[in-house]
């Protein structure tokens, strides 16, 4: 299967029989093009960051369903193989939830979602993976105890999305779900917690302080990611729809890429235009959807470009390396960026650098201790036309 999801990257897949999962359908894809989340919230590809940003900045609080798809069917006993969850590579250690939106309810902040890796121990157990500092794992480290939490599968774009936002403390990321689409709720079965009621697939169950070994898998930047302890997850009930679809998600290709990537546009765009104009950010996939970015700007100062690159890398501390680009350049095109670079960009006067700067674990070739955030160089390169400098020579011709 993550062979056929491989070879149709970009389209969503929609296997209708899976052999010893009968009852089961599997869905992959369906975030694999960065116009499958326009038609979602009904804009331009080109007005998908602004759109974004607005349901960051006014979130609306889901309506509360009675009844709802996700519940349809309770499991008698809890068994999760019967489940079709995916093994991505011989080499992975094991089968794996990619595509789960893990909610749980922060002691001081309330309802939390986010995506989280989930490697399957046995009928009732997965290890996650819980990246220190986010969400999840400040959430754990408040109780003594379990938390309890709720893991949906098979949302739709909007929850998708928000789920992989980092919104402020306190703001739900359901209630941003709702201010890009409507997205009724429904409380859980067994554990405090409300999840998307069209999703097709809850698992509810404790995070536990309990550890076991989670990896190797390899993740968004196609390299292996290491073994590391993750914190396991007991699940006491699943409740889904009649006829589940099981949603699946190919580590390291474009769904991932853009479901990681996306959502931190409109907080890099926000950043930026807190120090000049911003009218436009992209997460570019070549740079693994995550480390790279491109922004552009309308000028108005001589500093704009250097001031637009250090608010870029605070938007988005995991970020590497930007490009700060003019309004005439299209972002979506890296030929348009590079000429940019080529044409605008001088590395003694353009450049900007940083040494032994907090970066992402998700980098080989950043600096990893086992308990310290990773620590990585980072650049900007400033590729606007300079200040002062006659406009006509850094125009391009048109052709036609
Ligand atoms: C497909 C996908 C998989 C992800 N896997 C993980 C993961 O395994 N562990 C993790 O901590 N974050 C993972 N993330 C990132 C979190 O979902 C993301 O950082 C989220 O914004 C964290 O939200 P929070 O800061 O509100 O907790 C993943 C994101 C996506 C889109």
Request: glycine share 8%; hydrophobic share 45%; aromatic share 6%.
């Amino acid at each position: 299967m993550a062979s056929v999801i491989y070879r149709h990257d970009g389209r969503p897949v929609l296997f209708n029989q899976v052999n010893s999962y009968p009852g089961w359908r599997v869905l992959a894809g369906l975030a694999s093009a960065r116009e499958y989340f326009a038609m979602a919230l009904g804009v331009p590809v080109g007005q998908l960051v602004q759109r974004m940003v607005a349901a960051l900045e006014q979130p609306v609080a889901p309506p509360l369903a009675s009844q709802a798809a996700c519940q349809e069917v309770i499991e008698p006993e809890v068994d999760l193989n019967r489940l079709p969850i995916l093994r991505h590579f011989a080499f992975d250690g094991g089968r794996y939830v990619t595509a789960g939106i893990l909610i749980l309810n922060d002691p001081d902040h309330g309802p939390n979602a986010a995506f989280h890796r989930l490697l399957q121990l046995d009928k009732r157990r997965f290890a996650a993976r819980v990246v220190e500092g986010r969400g999840t794992d400040r959430a754990l480290r408040k109780v003594s105890g379990d938390l309890p939490v709720a893991i949906c599968i098979g949302n739709g774009l909007p929850a998708l999305l928000a789920a992989s936002m980092s919104p402020p403390d306190g703001v739900n990321e359901l209630a941003v779900a709702n201010a890009l689409a409507p997205t009724p709720v429904v409380a859980c079965r067994t554990v405090p917690l409300y999840v998307p009621a069209d999703c097709e697939l809850v698992l509810e169950g404790r995070l536990t302080h309990t550890v076991a070994p989670e990896g190797p898998f390899v993740d968004l930047t196609e390299t292996m990611d290491f073994v590391r302890p993750g914190p396991v997850i007991e699940i006491d009930c699943i409740t889904h729809r009649y006829a589940p679809i099981y949603q699946a998600l190919l580590p390291g290709r474009l769904e991932h890429k853009y479901l990681m990537g996306i959502p931190k546009e409109p907080t890099i765009m926000a950043a930026v235009n807190q120090v000049c104009r911003c009218t436009g950010v992209v997460i570019t996939p070549g740079g693994t959807s995550w480390l790279h970015a491109v922004v552009q700007i309308e000028k108005q100062s001589p500093d704009d470009g250097r001031a637009a690159i250090e608010a870029a890398m605070r938007g988005h501390p995991s970020l590497k390396h930007v490009v700060v680009v003019d309004t005439d350049v299209d972002i979506f095109n890296p030929a348009e960026v590079e000429w940019a670079i080529a044409t605008r960009f001088q590395a003694d006067r353009d450049l900007l650098i940083w040494h032994d700067q907090p970066g992402s674990s998700l980098d080989p070739s950043a600096s990893h201790q086992p308990g310290r955030k990773s620590r990585t160089a980072k650049m900007g390169l400033d590729a606007t036309i300079p200040w002062g400098a006659p406009r006509a020579n850094f125009q391009r011709v048109r052709y036609a």
